[in-house]
């Protein structure tokens, strides 16, 4: 059950992972997907198509403001560009 509810909103890993460790430090969302950002970079140079990537991201900035806005413009691009990473930079400026 937890499986399915991390697919639905990311972001609860790291709500459980503060819950049981605690060790003082946050899970900074955005930095993740900057770095995801870098890993799909490099998946798409190996051929991999966006649409692929960014199913396990959609739903990382859920409930917070700008979220709405990137999971649009993630899942309307990136069929349109399926090679080109800058959607990620893109919709990352869409949660600034």
Not at 4 to 19: H, P, T
Request: charged share 25%; hydrophobic share 45%; glycine share 6%.
């Amino acid at each position: 059950m937890v499986g399915r509810a991390a697919y639905q909103n990311v972001g609860l890993l790291a709500d459980i992972d503060a819950a049981l460790f605690d060790d003082g430090e946050t899970a900074d969302q955005l930095a993740a997907l900057l770095a995801y950002r870098d890993y799909a970079a490099a998946e798409i140079a190996r051929g991999t198509r966006l649409p692929t990537l960014i199913k396990p991201i959609l739903t990382l900035f859920q409930g917070r403001p700008g979220a709405r806005a990137c999971r649009r413009h993630l899942s309307e691009q990136s069929p349109r560009r399926a090679d080109d990473p800058n959607v990620i930079d893109e919709a990352i400026e869409l949660l600034r």
